[in-house]
């Protein structure tokens, strides 16, 4: 599945097969905090990220280093984003050929191809950052790693898994 061909196909049927990134900001009264996140496609679940006070390529490095790390994926993962300055650099060219993974870009200048990240920070953004006035990086980092890590991931409803959290849908059909 290739997901800048004009189909935009966000719907895989198992988990590690293809992977979403994408970089927002955070303000805090330190100055903005850069978020870096991968998502599975297959769960939604967020398998990686990373948060920084520079949009360096270290960033999306991390956060897709973290993924590798905890899933494992086989080579042949897809892993889309946008055509950020970051993604395209020989840095992370040189991370994806270590690990076997297959880059997808969006088409220049078409938001939609990378709806399923835009759609997690509004999510992020709407329940958890806009209700908050952070004063420092790290009051910023602990409430998003708890929004991510305890609630997004494995409480929070999802209307694309039936209305299971990512965790609990992963566990269910891994079950099956």
Request: positive net charge; contains cysteine; proline residues 1%.
């Amino acid at each position: 599945m290739h997901l800048t061909n004009g189909h935009r196909q966000f719907e895989v049927n198992q988990a590690n097969q293809v992977y979403v990134g994408d970089i927002t900001y955070i303000y805090t009264q330190e100055g903005w905090l850069y978020l870096a996140v991968v998502i599975d496609l297959y769960s939604r679940q967020i398998v990686g990220w990373s948060m920084a006070e520079c949009m360096k390529t270290k960033l999306v490095n991390d956060a897709l280093i973290m993924a590798i790390w905890q899933r494992k994926p086989a080579k042949g993962l897809l892993w889309h984003t946008d055509r950020g300055s970051q993604y395209a650099s020989d840095n992370h060219r040189k991370l994806l050929k270590q690990h076997g993974i297959q880059q997808s870009m969006s088409r220049k200048g078409n938001c939609w191809d990378n709806a399923v990240s835009e759609s997690f920070f509004h999510t992020l953004k709407t329940e958890c950052v806009n209700h908050e006035n952070y004063a420092t990086h790290e009051a910023a980092k602990k409430s998003i790693f708890d929004y991510i890590e305890v609630f997004y991931n494995r409480q929070r409803l999802h209307s694309n898994n039936g209305y299971l959290s990512p965790v609990e849908f992963e566990k269910q059909f891994k079950a099956a």
